[in-house]
């Protein structure tokens, strides 16, 4: 299974970037598709994941209204839409991939891409 991430990269606060995790390696049909975060000296944390059956959908509280996630079945890739980025969303973005319902816990997450750099200037 390989995790792709992209679309990460410097914006001024206010804007929007996309960034999207191309999936490959099996099919992910009863898997929960993940994004994470992690800032410098912080552990890592939950933003927002997707089931690939059914397209159901979870945000973080601090990210709600601001970040929407999608996927695309044809692609296989989950979007994370940021936008109306603040500069404490500065992190390195992961997507993941699990087998299981424990959407918002890193632990369960079975697969990880390599992140991608997200920088919000003020």
């Known amino acids: 299974v390989q995790l792709q991430a992209s679309g990460g990269g410097l914006v001024q606060a206010g804007g929007s970037l996309r960034l999207s995790c191309a999936a490959s390696g099996r099919t992910f049909s009863g898997y929960v598709m993940g994004w994470f975060r992690q800032a410098p000296g912080k552990e890592r944390e939950f933003v927002a994941a997707?089931?690939?059956?059914?397209?159901?959908?979870y945000i973080a509280d601090d990210v709600r209204g601001r970040f929407t996630i999608s996927r695309d079945n044809a692609k296989n890739t989950v979007d994370l839409q940021l936008n109306s980025l603040k500069p404490e969303d500065t992190a390195v973005y992961y997507c993941?991939?699990?087998?299981?319902?424990?959407?918002?816990?890193?632990?369960?997450?079975?697969?990880w891409g390599q992140g991608t750099q997200v920088t919000v200037s003020s």
């Open positions: 993941a991939a699990q087998f299981g319902w424990y959407y918002s816990d890193s632990a369960r997450y079975d697969y």
């Open positions: 997707i089931r690939w059956t059914g397209g159901s959908t």
